[in-house]
């Protein structure tokens, strides 16, 4: 076992994410379900922040935005690190970008619907 993966199991993560999100909704529902071990703290999303954008940080400051931080988030849960390890195949990370991108996309849309 690589030892990044290794210092990764004792990590410490912070989750911060726009709620109002469908799908931000189930992954914050999935993370308080799985998270046995309290490693991931869920952070309200400060009204302030223009960004809706799924955040993760590490203890070291290490930033991660998006899809890009779901296998971090996944490598934290019970079965995560089956899931974490599908994102070493060639075109994963792409594919959950767009999905991610079309996801955000359509909520601001049903939100600006709403606001008129």
């Known amino acids: 076992m690589p030892s990044g993966d290794a210092s990764m199991k004792n990590i410490m993560l912070t989750l911060t994410c726009d709620d109002n999100c469908s799908f931000n909704r189930h992954l914050l529902g999935l993370v ?10 869920i952070m309200p999303r400060v009204s302030s922040e223009s960004s809706r954008e799924l955040t993760l940080l ?4 290490t930033r991660w935005y998006g899809a890009e931080a779901l296998p971090h988030i996944f490598k934290q849960l019970p079965f995560g690190k089956l899931a974490a390890a599908v994102y070493t195949l060639p075109g994963t990370m792409w594919v959950t970008k767009q999905l991610y991108a079309f996801n955000n996309n359509l909520n601001q849309a049903f939100l600006d619907r709403r606001a008129n």
């Open 32 to 41: 308080k379900q799985w998270d046995r071990h309290g490693r991931i703290k």
């Open 58 to 61: 590490d203890e070291n400051g």
